[in-house]
């Protein structure tokens, strides 16, 4: 059952998108994605930690065969201008020549997704698709779309469903919202 409010170390959180509401979404993407790809099997490139749950659930959706790849992203301070930067960790998986999906939880302002995409489309992938759980679009801030969106949201923090506060509430299976 969802619990009416949540509290994880100072923070409260209320209700906000059901199990039941997030696990049809996750079905309709499931299905679309197998549409797209037929008998093209796509390599699903999930980004640890947020992602792991929904990657999950959208990887059990594809009704096609498909394979499936975890990376860490590590952000350091570069030594120039252009601050930090972006590595996987984890990521030894042959890209040429196959149809990438990456998989995250959220598309915040785009950073994340804008530093990480040159160093997939570096590895000669045939395609590279990008599927999220979450976008908010009013705080977008790179160019970077979406092919498969569960939810656009309001620019307000979310927690649950692998959306984590200061490491707790990734096990909730709803998705919650910041009180007030
Ligand atoms: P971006 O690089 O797009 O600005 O940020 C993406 C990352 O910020 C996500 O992968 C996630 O870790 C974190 N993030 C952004 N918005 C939220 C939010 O509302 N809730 C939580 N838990 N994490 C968020
Ligand atoms: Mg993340």
Do not use: C
């Amino acid at each position: 059952m969802t619990q009416l409010e949540v509290t994880v170390l100072d923070k409260t959180f209320v209700p906000f998108i059901s199990r039941e509401t997030i696990s049809a979404r996750v079905e309709e993407l499931g299905e679309a994605i197998s549409k797209d790809y037929g008998d093209e099997p796509p390599l699903m490139i999930a980004i640890l930690n947020g992602s792991f749950i929904f990657a999950a659930d959208l990887f059990r959706a594809l009704k096609i065969n498909a394979t499936i790849s975890f990376v860490k992203l590590a952000s350091y301070k570069g030594t120039t201008s252009t601050g930090s930067v972006i590595t996987a960790i984890g990521l030894e998986e042959q890209l040429k020549d196959r149809h990438v999906i990456i998989v995250e939880d959220i598309i915040d302002t785009g950073k994340t997704l804008s530093a990480f995409l040159p160093e997939i489309h570096q590895r000669g992938p045939a395609s590279v698709k990008i599927a999220t759980f979450l976008t908010k679009p009013d705080a977008l801030q790179y160019d970077v779309r979406a092919d498969y969106t569960g939810f656009e949201i309001a620019n307000r923090f979310v927690l649950g469903y692998g959306l984590d506060y200061d490491g707790f509430g990734r096990n909730l299976p709803d998705l919650y919202v910041l009180k007030g």
